[in-house]
């Protein structure tokens, strides 16, 4: 059962509530590059990103979202971090969101100047909590603490132990509560909060542990994930893990590559929960001695194929003609593809035998005639 959460709508998007579970991304162009940010959210925006950020390192990039947030048409967020000017200037800019770090913005009177503007506009804060820039330990809320390295963060334990210490989590959990205290007490309640770090554990344990707390929206993500290999798995099994215990309302993978491939993997994530029900899904045997083609080329020229498919199908690619129909009988649609020919199957049914040079043409026009089939069911259901 997913966590009740009070929704707030950043743009027009809303997150928490009963909304659909957003994906997030970043972009990695230089944000005072107006031309390059807006068309990198613009791929953004193809491949089905529906919220996005964008880095504020200073005032040049802080103005420069205005021109931005007019080149676009999903939600803009501002990343905000040491210098609250950037958050004020950032919303004057017209931002949907602000993205404000506890870690980094630790004077209570500059973010009551934050709040007050964002109150004004109707703006919500995400409260970014991130192992990465923790406030010292014993520290939460104080403007001078020890330097970085000797903050005391880097000893607590990681994780859930099952000892009386005070943990990571515990410094976590605290950090956002901190700030959340001063929203509410500015009678604020346009709130996210996301509570990230590498390690899987402490991330987990930090929002089951802040779930119970609050009944504010969560943006999930596993920080620094890593490449595209490694980070979609961390994250998947990370964000999993909470997605599956109903704890979440908008993702970010967080990959060192294109930033549509953190879209593409925050999606598939999602697909596999069954949390989305939109586009394809692509079900392709492993291949083994037994395939007469080559099934990862097969599968990777039909998942292409698939890009621009919004209906909800389940589609199979098939290396053995023999036991293709039966391996994924719960496919809407599939092929298995043998010598010289292929089985085209519906729900594990025999649809068609085609020959392997007309078989992707034959598939591709399976797929929209069982699309439109099932376009015209939604519009005259059976009663």
């Known amino acids: 059962m997913r966590r009740i959460t009070k929704p707030v709508f950043v743009g027009p998007v809303k997150v928490g509530g009963d909304a659909q579970i957003s994906v997030q991304s970043m972009t990695k162009t230089d944000t005072r590059n107006i031309q390059a940010t807006i068309n990198e959210i613009k791929a953004l925006e193809e491949v089905g990103c529906e919220i996005v950020r964008c880095a504020v390192p200073d005032m040049e990039a802080a103005t420069a979202l205005k021109k931005i ?9 501002a990343d905000i971090h040491f210098h609250h000017e950037l958050a004020i200037e950032s919303l004057k800019s017209g931002i949907d969101c602000l993205r404000l770090n506890p870690g980094n913005i630790r004077d209570e009177e500059k973010v009551k100047d934050v709040v007050k503007l964002a109150k004004e506009m109707s703006v919500p804060i995400r409260i970014g909590v991130n192992f990465g820039s923790l406030p010292p330990v014993g520290a939460i809320g104080k403007t001078r603490g020890l330097n970085r390295h000797d903050d005391g963060v880097n000893l607590l334990t990681k994780g859930n132990p099952s000892t009386s210490d005070y943990t990571v989590v515990d410094h976590m959990v605290a950090t956002g509560l901190w700030e959340i205290d001063l929203l509410e007490d500015l009678d604020f309640d346009l709130i996210k909060i996301s509570l990230k770090a590498f390690d899987i554990d402490t991330t987990v344990e930090s929002y ?49 590559d294109d930033s549509t491939e953190e879209v593409i993997s925050g999606l598939e994530i999602l697909k596999s929960l069954e949390l989305r029900k939109e586009g394809a899904v692509l079900v392709a045997c492993p291949s083994c001695g037994r395939a007469d083609v080559d099934v990862r080329d097969l599968a990777n020229k039909v998942d292409r194929l698939l890009k621009d498919t919004k209906t909800h199908l389940k589609v199979a690619v098939m290396g053995c003609e023999v036991n293709g129909p039966g391996e994924a009988k719960d496919a809407d649609i ?40 099932i376009s015209n069911l939604e519009k005259d259901p059976i009663t």
């Open 208 to 256: 089951r542990r802040m779930s119970k707390l609050i009944p504010y929206p969560f943006h999930l993500g596993i920080t620094e994930a890593g490449t595209s290999k490694s980070g979609s798995i961390r994250s998947a099994i990370g964000l999993g893990i909470l997605l599956y215990e109903g704890i979440g309302d908008t993702i970010r993978v967080s990959l060192s």
């Open 69 to 77: 947030r007019s080149g676009i048409k999903i939600p803009l967020v």
């Open 334 to 373: 599939g092929i298995a593809a043998g010598v010289g020919k292929a089985i085209i199957f519906r729900r594990g049914k025999k649809s068609k035998v085609v020959e392997e040079a007309q078989m992707l043409e034959e598939l591709m026009s399976e797929i929209r005639q069982v699309e439109k089939e």
